[in-house]
């Protein structure tokens, strides 16, 4: 399989994935899909779906029309169509995938844009990012990680608070999905296969992006091989467009997110819960425990009896709620139970 230069920006969610997209945008030898990718949850019903790739395709264009063509500083009209690509291609789903991004760059890029400018998305599916590696060869993979604490704060207030849904919604706890699914094997992943091949990968922390995002974005495009943007602190979308407004997830102001007090969003008995889970990785990461003292296992198991606000809000099913409750204490205390 012939290999292609493309760049993966792989978070855990809620941790800069989106602002980082923003910042790199404007290099002009870098062009990055400004939606997010959930590539490998859908590979096997676009293999098996025929017109499926075209539907999903038709709904990101959508997405796309929705999230940014109306908030450009300048109207933009495409310059071709951007299914085209996509509707010539033939091949397994990786490579029709190729062609839509071929097609949609085609239709939206800048004409500064470099014709050999490096392909670039994001996704949250850092289970196993070796598998985007399986199916694209040519890719290199920056990873975005965050203090594990306040990366759960800013996903649970995301989903609690903005969204309004319960603990167990998208058909997991948000919780064990936040461990288990992705802030967990994607540390474990940065420190094994990540740290061995340093030509392929590379760890970026959301506080650095934050606080210094000239110096980040300008080593990441050296470590890249490319021009850094002209404005290296500037969001821009769509090649290095103005925005006259930030769409959705990224704030506006990076650093004011580090800054954003305690709000109470991570209970004491989840913030002591993902220390422990953590606590091993996120040193090796160079994250530093709160320094409270860690209640004894005794103890937090006993924290863990009583329901408390957070698991009765935006509830919509009892009989959901009990299910969830129950398997949410059972995946806590075989957690806390099998620590040595």
Not at 78 to 103: I, K, M, T, V
Request: a neutral charge; hydrophobic letters at 40%.
């Amino acid at each position: 399989m012939q290999e292609r230069a493309a760049l993966g920006i792989f978070g855990a969610g809620r941790n800069g994935s989106t602002l980082l997209m923003r910042l790199l945008d404007g290099s002009p030898d870098l062009w990055i899909y400004p939606i997010e990718l959930r590539f490998l949850e859908l590979r096997d019903w676009l293999a098996s779906e025929p017109g499926s790739l075209d539907r999903w395709a038709e709904g990101q264009l959508a997405e796309l029309r929705e999230t940014y063509l109306g908030r450009l500083e300048e109207g933009h009209e495409p310059h071709a169509d951007p299914l085209a690509a996509l509707r010539a291609s033939s091949g397994p789903p990786e490579r029709r995938l190729e062609a839509f991004l071929d097609g949609v760059r085609a239709a939206y890029a800048p004409p500064g844009l470099s014709p050999e400018a490096i392909h670039g998305f994001k996704t949250i599916e850092v289970e196993d990012p070796g598998r985007y590696l399986e199916l694209f060869p040519g890719l290199r993979l920056l990873h975005l990680v965050r203090d594990p604490s306040a990366n759960y704060a800013s996903l649970k207030r995301t989903d609690m608070v903005v969204k309004r849904k319960p603990f167990w919604f998208q058909g997991g706890d948000v919780l064990r999905t936040f461990l288990e699914r992705r802030w967990l094997p994607h540390a474990r992943y940065v420190l094994g296969v990540g740290r061995r091949d340093p030509d392929r990968h590379l760890l970026v922390r959301y506080e650095e992006l934050c606080s210094e995002p000239t110096r980040v974005v300008t080593e990441i495009c050296d470590w890249l091989g490319i021009r850094p943007p002209a404005e290296p602190e500037l969001q821009t979308a769509l090649g290095g467009r103005h925005l006259r407004e930030q769409p959705n997830r990224a704030p506006e102001h990076p650093i004011a997110d580090l800054q954003r007090p305690a709000d109470g969003v991570v209970t004491p008995r989840e913030a002591a819960f993902i220390e422990l889970a953590t606590a091993e990785l996120a040193a090796e990461l160079g994250y530093e425990r709160n320094g409270g003292a860690t209640p004894s296992r005794a103890r937090l198991l006993r924290s863990w009896l009583p329901l408390d606000r957070w698991e009765t809000m935006n509830v919509d099913s009892r009989l959901r709620q009990g299910r969830a409750l129950l398997a949410r204490r059972l995946y806590v205390y075989r957690k806390l139970l099998s620590r040595p």
